[in-house]
């Protein structure tokens, strides 16, 4: 049973330029949320994604986005990337309704490169 | 803002040493606490959760962990180390209110166990 996979796994993008990260979740799982960690930090709360919409959203701009498909798969999206988005993007998927939505399966990770 | 905080960020210790990793939170209402555990090389896994009833959780691998209300507390602990522990170890806490799924992070302990 394959657990959380994301794609890519590392990438090096040049500031102002936009990237899409991807995510899909454990089989099972309908909701993923995502995370970005900075070197030394704990992850960070971007946003929630269930039943195709953006449930929650922590504290980050509007350049930070994301979508849902119907098959539980999500992408994260950042436009006019800064030196400082550069980090460890994690994807975790849970299950959406209880306590699941904040018990998380964690992916690998999308390691982005701003220079 | 609710906060996270691992008292230390760098942690040696020999095999067969007992291991408290201390974890406090700034929130004052109901929380949902977690120790997740980044072993090398791979990715973010839950040790351990508390959600309600005994305040002392078992995890995996023989670690355990108390919450303490008072303190706002929820320390990691394991009496007997391994090699094999060496990882760097995450507490994260959610605060129970309407549709709240985020998690908020501790900056991480990083564990070095020596043979």
């Known amino acids: 049973d394959a657990g959380v996979t994301q794609s890519p796994t590392h990438l090096i993008k040049t500031r102002g330029q936009q990237v899409t990260l991807r995510c899909s979740p454990k089989s099972g799982h309908d909701t993923v949320s995502w995370y970005q960690q900075a070197l030394g930090q704990g992850p960070q709360f971007i946003f929630q994604y269930y039943e195709e919409e953006e449930r929650q959203r922590g504290n980050f701009p509007d350049r930070f986005s994301g979508h849902q498909f119907p098959n539980y798969s999500s992408e994260l999206n950042v436009n006019a990337l800064l030196l400082g988005d550069s980090a460890l993007y994690l994807c975790a998927s849970s299950l959406g309704s209880g306590t699941g939505p904040v018990v998380g399966e964690f992916g690998p990770g999308t390691r982005l490169t701003v220079t | 803002a609710q906060s996270v905080s691992q008292h230390n960020h760098h942690v040696i210790l020999s095999e067969a040493a007992s291991l408290e990793l201390g974890c406090n939170y700034s929130y004052g209402g109901t929380v949902n606490l977690f120790w997740y555990v980044q072993y090398p090389g791979q990715h973010l896994q839950l040790l351990l959760k508390?959600?309600?009833?005994d305040p002392l959780v078992k995890g995996i691998k023989g670690f355990e962990a108390e919450f303490i209300k008072s303190k706002f507390s929820f320390n990691l602990r394991k009496p007997s180390v391994q090699w094999s522990d060496t990882a760097e170890y995450f507490c994260?806490?959610?605060?129970?209110?309407?549709?709240?799924?985020?998690?908020?992070w501790g900056a991480g302990t990083k564990l070095i166990i020596k043979p």
């Open positions: 508390y959600f309600s009833g």
């Open positions: 994260a806490v959610n605060s129970l209110g309407d549709s709240n799924y985020q998690l908020i």
